[in-house]
T-cell receptor, first 116, second 113 residues
Framework: DAMVIQNPRYQVTQFGKPVTLSCSQT?????MYWYQQKSSQAPKLLFH???????NEADTPDNFQSRRPNTSFCFLDIRSPGLGDAAMYLC???????????????FGPGTRLTVL | DQQVKQNSPSLSVQEGRISILNCDYT??????FLWYKKYPAEGPTFLIS?????DKNEDGRFTVFLNKSAKHLSLHIVPSQPGDSAVYFC????????????FGKGITLSVRP
């Protein structure tokens, strides 16, 4: 089945140790998103790619970077994780037809990051 | 500054009854609204949406109502089933070229058998 896949599902890292989260999609969608969701809070958009164009949210810390080497894959790099970065990280995709970002977003299961 | 508010963190209803989940927004530029459903250990799944040109959209047991003047929308599930127990997120956007979804915190719905 076409889907959005995130690996790993659970990631434990140490304070300050770089970590990379992975997302892949078989939907051939133009847009890929990364969200951060902390407990009992709304998913917060960190950034998105429209094809190869990277769009960073104004309040996303520099500690968070992203790469999209091809249509199918997108990575979230946290350069120096702090305790406050412990969260669920959700990847999503959308078709992005005509440049609109409001078409349906399809989410992966998320990666739960623990920072020790 | 929460632009999409789901003020009730949880709701419990009896199987077969109606579930009403509420959502308020503050940004008058929002003109497209969605509901997502999330089971534990899974990502959110799109449920139903409504454009601001409508005040109601129905899909099977799920109906979304939009009151633009009150900046309020609600999701009705009838009849509620135990399998509907999940977290429900309200999301909103404007349809500008660089629009994005803004999510609420979610409501945990429990449907009692």
């Amino acid at each position: 089945d076409a889907m959005v896949i995130q690996n790993p599902r659970y990631q434990v890292t140490q304070f300050g140790k770089p970590v990379t989260l992975s997302c892949s999609q078989t939907l051939n969608h133009n847009v890929m998103y990364w969200y951060q969701q902390k407990s009992s809070q709304a998913p917060k958009l960190l950034f998105h790619y429209y094809d190869k164009d990277f769009n960073n949210e104004a309040d996303t810390p520099d500690n968070f970077q992203s790469r999209r080497p091809n249509t199918s894959f997108c990575f979230l790099d946290i350069r120096s994780p702090g305790l406050g970065d412990a969260a669920m990280y959700l990847c999503a995709t959308s078709r992005g037809a005509g440049g609109a970002l409001t078409d349906t977003q399809y989410f992966g299961p998320g990666t739960r990051l623990t920072v020790l | 500054d929460q632009q999409v508010k789901q003020n009730s963190p949880s709701l419990s209803v009896q199987e077969g009854r109606i579930s009403i989940l509420n959502c308020d927004y503050t940004n008058s530029m929002f003109d497209y609204f969605l509901w997502y459903k999330k089971y534990p250990a899974e990502g959110p799944t799109f449920l139903i949406s409504i454009s601001s040109i409508k005040d109601k959209n129905e899909d099977g047991r799920f109906t979304v109502f939009l009151n633009k003047s009150a900046k309020h929308l609600s999701l009705h599930i009838v009849p509620s089933q135990p399998g509907d127990s999940a977290v429900y997120f309200c999301a909103a956007s404007d349809t500008g070229a660089n629009s994005k979804l803004t999510f609420g915190k979610g409501i945990t719905l429990s449907v009692r058998p």
